[in-house]
């Protein structure tokens, strides 16, 4: 599996209009709270939960499946507040998933951490880059902001048993 960049992350759905600019950040860069929220090798979904106090849900906003790969524009969403908490685009390498796995991934209605804690796949994330990122009117939109304010995210690939299998992009609500 080869590593993507954001741009390819973000080339995986064309014409999508939600492409922000952004810059590469060392981690000890990252203002808090982000960092504590970005900078960990946990499961976005968990992090995400604890700091917002509750369970959080997916909205799919478009997915595709290429053979055996299988990417997903994603927010996931405070179940009590319904506010937006984090923006992902994740692409999967269902190969690497035993089948009770590719099918609760492609039923779009749970969150990817949830799916692989659940179901006990064995795997180790790995964060390989940090990102300051300045929103674009989408995020703007989503995130309920008038002006634009920097945001932080991060790249990462969540390996099953020692092999790569899903690169992510998880940008966390400003």
Do not use: C, N
């Amino acid at each position: 599996m080869k590593v993507l960049t954001l741009e390819d992350l973000f080339a995986l759905f064309p014409g999508a209009d939600d492409r922000p600019s952004y810059e590469l950040l060392a981690a000890e860069a990252i203002p808090q709270p982000y960092r504590d929220l970005l900078v960990h090798e946990h499961h976005m979904t968990v992090t995400v939960e604890a700091f917002h106090g509750g369970p959080v849900e997916v909205r799919v906003l478009a997915s595709r499946l290429d053979g055996e790969e299988y990417s997903r524009r994603i927010l996931l969403i405070h179940q009590a507040t319904s506010k937006i908490v984090q923006f992902g685009i994740v692409r999967i390498d269902l190969t690497m998933t035993p089948s009770a796995v590719r099918e609760a991934i492609l039923s779009q209605r749970i969150p990817l951490g949830r799916i692989l804690i659940e179901h006990d796949v064995l795997r180790r994330i790995e964060p390989t880059a940090y990102l300051r990122i300045t929103p674009g009117p989408a995020q703007l939109a989503w995130f309920g902001l008038e002006q634009p304010a920097p945001y932080y995210g991060r790249l990462a690939i969540i390996h099953f048993h020692d092999q790569p299998a899903v690169e992510l992009l998880e940008v966390v609500a400003p």
